[in-house]
Structure formats: C-alpha cells, structure tokens
C-alpha cells in the first residue's frame, strides 16, 4: 500500500514516468536507427535488445545478412565517448561472437583493444576455400593474440587443421597440424599464406610439435617442425606408404624461394618390407628447382653428386637420378654400413657413373651403370687363388639352419666343366641367362624388367640375376631379397669377373648352386635324380636340373617318378631354345624332344608325341 501511495503522489510519480519513458523511447529509437542505417545498405538486420549505460552501448543478439553474407553477434559492447571508436568488418561467412568489447588505447589515434571470448569463425570465400576457428580469446591490437582450440582450411577436398594453436603478430605455434590432400593439390598448400611479416621484416615463425600429413597413399609425420625466414626445420621426419616407413631424416632443413634448399644431418629408408634393411645417408645438401613439373634435384651426398628429376600423378611417382662420375673408394665410404657388411672389407679404385629412370606408374624402369671399379686390396676368401683350389662358405641344410661347408676344384665332389655334359651348360643358358658369354657380369636389361615386376607386385619377386650375379650371391651373401644384398651382389659380381674367366664362372656356378634341399653342385644333384655322372646327363634331363633351379624344393612329378607334363611341356619349349640358339643340332632336338623324364631312371623314356600344356 505503501508503494501504491508512493506511485499516486505526483511529486515523483512524474519524474519516475518521464524517465522510464525517455529510457525506453531512446533505446528503441536508437534500436530502430541503428536497424535503419544498416537495411539501407542492402542488408537485413534483427536486433534482440539495446541497452544505454552512460559508458557504453550493449547490443544482444543481433542478426544480419544480405550480399551474400551474414552474422550473428551474441553480445557486444561499444563504448562511446572520446575514449572509445570502433569498427568491425565482416567479410562473408557466420561469425559468432561472446563478449567482444573494442576500447581505445590511450594517446588517441585509429589503434583498438579488442578482447574477444569464444570466438567462432567460419569464412567461405577465404582464398576459394572455407575457413574453421573456434578462438577461446583473442586480443586484438598492435600485439594480437590468440589462442585458437581448433582451425581448419579446406579447399577442393584439401583439408589442413590445427589444434591448440598461440598466435601472435610475430609467431604461431601448433600443438598438432594434420593435412590432407592430394599430390595433385599439394601445390595448392602455397597459396596458403603465414601472415604479414614481423617488425624485423622476416615471416612470421611456426612452430608446429606434430605434423601430420596425408598425400594419397603417402603419410608424412614430423615432430618440431619450425618454419622461420623461408626455412623449415624437422627435428624428425618421416616418409611413409601404405604402412611402411620408407625414409627416415633427423636434423632435416629445407628453404622455399625459387627453389627448395636441402641440408639434412641424416637420413634413413627402405626399412619396409621390399628391403628388410635399414639405408642411412649422412650429410646430405641440395636444391629442387620448382620452377617447372616435374621438378629438378641437385644433391651432394658425402663426396657423391646426384641430380635428376621428379614427379607424381595420383600416388604414383616419375624420377630420374644420374650419379656423377664418383671415385668407388668414396662410394664404398658413403655407403650405408647397412648395406656393406662384405664390400667393406675391400679397398677398390677406379670410378663409377650411372643413372636411373623409374615410372612406378606404368611401371619402367631404366638403369644404366659404367663400372670402373677393381679391387686393389682383397680379403682371403675374395681372391682368385681362394677360388681355383679350395675355399669355405655358409649354406642353409635341409631344415634351412646355417652350416659351414669346404668346396672348390682340390674338392672330390667338385666336377670340371669339360666333365659335365654341354647339354647342362646350354640349358642354362637358355633357363637363366643367354647372354652369359657376351657380357660383363650384370644385365641391366633382364635388372630393369626384373625391378619392374617388383614394383609390380610391391615386394621382391624376382632379382634379374645374372650367371655371374647368382654364383657371386652364392658364394659371399645371404639369400635375403634386399636392396642391401643387391647393392652389394653388384659390387661383388664385377670382382668376380675381374678374377675368373666365363668358363671359370660357369664351372663355379653348377658346383655352389642349391639343386635339392641342402644339397649342392651338379654331381649330387645328377646322382640324386638320375642316379648318373654329370657327363651323361641326355638333353631333356639337363633341362630338367636347370627347370628346377628358381625353386629347388619344387617337386613336379609323381610317386612313380614320372615329370608332370606341364613341366615336360616347359622342358620342351627350353629345347627349342636352344635348337634357335644353334645349341642343339635337328637330330639331337629331335630325340631330346622325344624323351620323358623320369626321376630315379638314368634314362628317360622315349615318347612319340607332344605333351599337353
């Protein structure tokens, strides 16, 4: 009753009314002008509410759109007075603002203090692309700062996030950065810029804890990486595909002008299943020139120089790489110790040059080497006199365990080749290698095909072994498919050229090599399925022996002993062979291709008739 008296009594019923009316008619006048001044330049505005402080305008939840762009403010702050000026400029796409209060520095002038709370910012037309922050708080003004939870940039199916990111005018730093794309789009990442440069006129730093990269079928992860003046730096990086770690760098720096400027502390790779071996290069500078597709590389590894070219399309990749002409002591030195176990025991002279052409798309492969290399200092078990008398090497036994066995011409079990038939030696020919005789150690053309169905098939099928290449490998190294092997089968089988004449290398080859399990060299082997002397072997039984050597476990025949007829069929097409190679005579390929072999049987049967395939 006592406020209802209060209200009745004039003397400040009038005030009290003139006031609340003045208060309201000013905010919606305000409201209403505000909305005004906006609609006439093409937009469409809501306004919830304004509030009038003596200080400072409060305007919730405002609404706007038109042109193609709108936005949402939940609550804003102006200040007005001498203190105070503002702008915002929204520039296409939803903003969402809390708590955003502009205020003016002190001393005048157009620089603003800005504080925003949770900010969310999605921009359509950023660079083409669309734009993603959700900024828990940001300051803005000479020093901005800002610290973003999350950040994306997606543009033609290219996708970069960020996640719990500082920024600031002079420095950016990420706890995890992921990109995704694709090697088609993977220049478009330049058109995505770092922000204005710093007052000391260099770019802005990046600083970025874990990277994570996507490029087809290709990963890339990296931690402490920096950008800073053009540079990249990784403390650690690596390269990897469908799973498998293919290169590894440590301490790795490259720098973006015209051209990608390379210097890494080390690197490593092929520790993936084609390999099962480790390669580590140290010591590594160069350039890629970007000026044009596909890109050119120069690089120094070590004393070495290699340059090139390279390019992608759709995961898969185009290179060429030229090695410039290099002393092979330095080759040795600069090769990983990984992949020189036995090489590193000689000292060579001489010079090596080469090149490689690989397209894994089609795929090609195209090797060309120019061997200059000799032993100059060869350890024992290396050298001509270990080979013509006698000499130790570690094969597997039939439950695939290591033993040591003693071998060589002062050997009974070993057979000259002037007492094995000819028929062996040219059905290994025509099996193996027909070009034994005519070159020097290594066949590129049967290597490029070889590599080609390895890449094929994405592991190690087939190695384009050479006569000489087998009996080197046999000889001194393991039977595991790795580039390590390979690398140093090369080496090994240019020294053994070097040392033994072809007919040295063939009588070498057909007493080391694996013809049943755990046994090896043609004597037992002609006496294990034939129960003959390598000199008596017929045609079609030397073909037999030479069939058999890609897989000496192969049994192709049954319990009687009779040759399946697909594998006398493949026996058939290696006679004639040989008859197109002058190797065999009308009359000898005429009988040969008449005989059956039958395993235990010093003789073949003698059939009228082709097999069927």
Known sequence: MKIFS??????????????????????????????????????????????????????????????????????????????????????????????????????????????????????????????????????????????????????????????????????????????????????????????????????????????????????????????????????????????????????????????????????????????????????????????????????????????????????????????????????????????????SKFTFSGNLSGGIFIDTKTPTVNIDLKNGCTSIKTPTGYRREDLITKFKRIVKDKDNKDREIVTGPNDPEWVSLDDISPYMNNAVLVSEDLGFYHHQGVLLSALNAALEDDIKSHKFMRGGSTISMQTAKNLWLSRNKTISRKYQELFLTFHLESILSKKEIMETYLNVIEFYPGEYGIRKAAMHYFSINPKNLSVAQAAYLASILPNPKQTPYDATGRVSKYRMAHIRRMISRMLENSMLTNQEAEIANKEWVIIGSPSPEMEIGEPEE
């Open 6 to 343: 209060f209200i009745k009594n004039r003397k400040f019923y009038i005030p009290v009314l003139l006031i609340v009316t003045s208060t309201l008619l000013s905010n919606l006048c305000i409201k209403k002008y505000i909305e005004y001044k906006i609609e006439k330049k093409g937009y469409k505005v809501s306004i919830e509410e304004i509030s009038i402080h003596l200080d400072r305008i409060d305007i919730k939840s405002m609404h706007l759109s038109g042109k193609g762009k709108k936005a949402y403010i939940k609550n804003i702050s102006v200040f007005s007075g001498n203190e105070c000026e503002y702008l915002v400029k929204i520039d296409g796409g939803d903003v969402y603002l809390d708590e955003v209060s502009p205020k003016e520095k002190g001393g005048g002038g157009k620089e603003f203090c800005m504080n925003f709370r949770n900010v969310k910012v999605e921009i359509d037309k950023y660079k083409g692309g669309k734009v993603s922050l959700n900024v828990i708080r940001a300051n803005v003004n000479e020093d901005t700062t800002a610290f973003i939870s999350e950040g994306s940039y997606v543009k033609d199916g290219m996708e970069i996030k960020a996640s719990n990111m500082d920024y600031t005018s002079e420095r950016i730093n990420s706890e995890r950065v992921t990109v995704k794309t694709t090697t088609e789009q993977i220049n478009k990442l330049k058109d995505i810029k770092s922000g204005k440069p710093a007052g000391n006129g260099e770019s802005k730093i990046i600083n970025v804890k874990n990277l994570e990269a996507y490029i087809g079928n290709y990963e890339i992860l990296g931690s402490d990486v920096s950008y800073n003046n053009k540079v990249f730096r990784f403390n650690r990086v690596s390269l990897n595909k469908d799973g498998n770690e293919l290169v590894n760098s440590q301490g790795l720096e490259f720098s973006k002008t015209e051209q990608i400027s390379i210097k890494a502390n080390e690197v490593s790779g092929f520790s993936d299943s084609l390999s099962q071996s480790e390669i580590k290069l140290k010591d590594i500078k160069g350039k890629i020139l970007l000026d044009t597709s596909p890109y050119s590389y120069e690089l120094n590894v070590g004393p070495a120089f290699v340059y090139g070219t390279v390019s992608t399309n759709n995961g898969e990749i185009m290179a060429s790489a030229n090695l410039r002409l290099v002393e092979c002591k330095d080759l040795i030195e600069l090769t990983p110790e990984s992949m020189k176990d036995v090489i």
